[in-house]
């Protein structure tokens, strides 16, 4: 997952880089509120990472308020990418299964939710079968049908109208896209696709040409949310979704905000994930990061529905006076440089190993904002959020011990291994709105000039992406030896991370996200094995194997395990972050701290 497909990251001063990062390094370890609650009721700092904070505290009723420096890209189930936008849907839509509301890595275990069970699965895992609960009901009392549930996955297929969404569910039940969508559909009820067959109103039944192992992933992603056909708008469908869970829409203003209040037909009795504690939900979107942060500190609002973090300035005012109020989670993320195999040298394994240990880590920790809101010096390529991921305790190049700085020694000897003794010249891509990303590239520059590699720098605006590092020719052309990038999971597992990044399948002549063009056998083979195998900790030895495997290969420069530095509000109760959204915490069953 791309970083403009979660929210993007907030533009920072780069002047102020360094010294944001040692005030962060300061306040991360003491001052502020310290560790404990504070005066004002917050429950300390970290209470919410990967544990519940004010659980016992509480209260239905009230209303609970976002806040949000940008829309989501779509609040239509079938085209929403932003990583904020599918942990808000769960308010209003709901899957067949979905992710555990509980913290840390049990929160991203799925569990039945219109499904009355995790679905019984047949023909070498290749058929999933699934029956409805009882009482499960639309927004006006109607029951969902399992023929709701089929056409709002047919409409991922829509894509001349529907664009933007992700496609998992229709690679994974039509690789061939021989379905053409609903509403191209010939059948009488548009309900052709052939994949799923709904024999009666509370069964549904997938059909996959071959197995994944991944597939319940899939279904608990938004796309495999119901529509109902007579509340179909297609492309207008995100300014007012029908609600199939606990709250509906009473506003939209888009770029503006947008209102939530209880759904009267919603019984709890047919859903045993949301709690649905608020009466009402708002989200009011301020395009001025520092006024909206200020908010946040000040309690005017409960939370950043974006979950990127505060800015600089509210950093440090977070830090100095509401340390009990923040968390610092690591997020899904990981910010790297990639060594793309078509510019010279980087088909040579050693001179992509030379750049590695050129590089100063610790200083590209603090040019992404040092520990605190940069993150944990990265190690390898896989998060530690993701199973099979094992933080640094994977590393295979020593880059969080006594490579840290970089070693000038190993550099040479690569550099003299891949017959470039005296250094070579190339050129770092970076997308000039990123300006964290802009000051990596000056400290990886900097650190490699002292090994004799000379490289420019090549700023291109970040929303052509897709046409400029997505397009392998251009990349080639222009000879970019070294693309800087981030990327987060769309689903938490190795396939939901890292197959458009490493697989050979997933190599695309534009918009491509395997810069490194990786054509690795191994790799290719893991992938196959991951896929078919549906014992979950064979995934996660597979995993980790195929992690070791991109590491070996030296494609990659990790910078940071990112961390994120989020605001709870002193009103906020049953608080935790969960790996089902890279940390971010679990909005479906926030609530109000009873006064009591």
Known sequence: MTTQRTSGRRKQALAAAAVVAGLLTTAACGGGNGDGGSKNGAAGFNAAV?????????????????????????????????????????????????????????GAELTP?????????????????????????????????????????????????????????????????????????SAKDHLGLKAISTPDAKTIVFHLPTPNSDFL??????????????????????????????????????????????????????????????????????????????RLINGDYDVDASQTGLGAQGRQIALKEHKANLDNPVSGFIRYAVFPQSVKPFDNLHCRKAVIYAADHVSLQTARGGPVAGGDIGTNMLPPSVAGGEGQKYDPYQIATKNKNGSADLAKQELKACGQPNGFKTTIAVRNNKQQEVA????LQAALKKVGITADIYQYDGSQSPGIIGSPSNVAKKKLGIII???????????????????????????????????????????DQYTGTLDDSKKTQI?????????????????????LLNIRSSRLANVYTTNAYSGYYDFVNLGLKSTK
């Open 50 to 106: 990967n544990k519940v904070a004010q659980a016992d505290q509480v209260k239905k009723g009230g209303t609970l308020k976002f806040v949000s420096t940008q829309d989501a890209d779509s609040w239509d189930t079938t085209r929403g990418y932003y990583g904020f936008m599918w942990d808000f849907s769960r308010y209003y839509s709901r899957q067949l299964v979905t992710y555990k509301t509980e913290p840390g890595a049990a």
């Open 113 to 185: 939710d219109l499904a009355t069970d995790m679905g019984k699965v047949s023909d070498g895992g290749k058929t999933y079968t699934f029956t409805l609960r009882d009482g499960v009901t639309w927004e006006d009392g109607k029951p969902i049908t399992s023929q709701d549930i089929k056409y709002g996955i047919e409409r991922v297929w829509a894509q001349d109208v529907l664009s933007g969404g992700p496609i998992y569910l229709q690679q994974m039940l039509d690789p061939k896209n021989t379905y053409k969508g609903p509403y191209k559909d």
């Open 217 to 294: 992933q899939t279904l608990a992603m938004t796309t495999g949310s119901p529509v109902r056909q007579d509340k179909d708008t297609k492309s207008k469908y995100g300014l007012h979704p029908f609600s199939s869970g606990p709250y509906k829409f009473q506003s939209y203003n888009p770029g503006k905000g947008l209102v939530l209040v209880r759904n009267t037909s919603w019984k709890a009795s047919s859903d045993p994930v949301r709690k649905a504690y608020p009466d009402k939900i708002t989200l009011d979107i301020s395009t001025n990061q520092a006024d909206s942060d200020q």
């Open 440 to 443: 990596t590239a000056e400290s």
């Open 485 to 527: 990038m981030g990327w987060g999971p769309d689903f938490p597992t190795v396939q939901g991370y890292g197959i458009p990044l490493w697989s050979s399948h997933y190599i695309l002549q534009s918009g491509n996200n395997n810069y490194a063009l990786i054509k690795d056998k191994k790799i290719d083979g893991l992938f």
């Open 543 to 563: 995993a980790t194997d195929i992690n070791h495997a991109v590491m070996e290969g030296a494609y990659y420069l990790p910078f940071t395990f990112e961390r």
